[in-house]
Nanobody, 122 residues
């Protein structure tokens, strides 16, 4: 059974930092791309970042580029999201996903975690 488990969410002050982790187990492919998405209250889920299976190619959404960094050890099914200079609008439930392509398109991700809440407040 495939399972993705996120951790590291919480309450942080505006301008602060937070690091999310996601560990995937039971993936049938050793070359799965992994990504982070988020959903704020009343909004659609949006792309945050994605990284390929070897960890050397990453993509970012416009809202987080330059502030967030996605990383993963080579060919491991663990992914991290380092979030710096957090803004109030970064408040959302953050979801980890694993899939076939390193892409911002959600339908290419086959497995999803339950999400972890990140709240940014001054």
């Amino acid at each position: 059974q495939t399972q993705l488990v996120e951790s590291g969410g919480g309450l942080v002050q505006t301008g602060g930092s937070l690091r999310l982790s996601c560990e995937a187990s039971g993936l049938t492919s050793s070359r799965s791309a992994m990504g982070w998405f988020r959903q704020a209250p009343g909004k659609e889920r949006e792309f945050v970042a994605a990284i390929n299976w070897s960890g050397d190619n990453a993509y970012y959404g416009d809202a987080v580029r330059g502030r967030f960094t996605i990383s993963r050890p080579y060919a491991e099914n663990t992914v991290y999201l380092q979030m710096n200079i957090l803004k109030d609008e970064d408040t959302a439930v953050y979801y980890c996903a694993a899939g076939r392509l390193t892409t911002p398109i959600q339908r290419f991700y086959d497995y999803w975690g339950q999400g972890t809440q990140v709240t940014v407040s001054s």
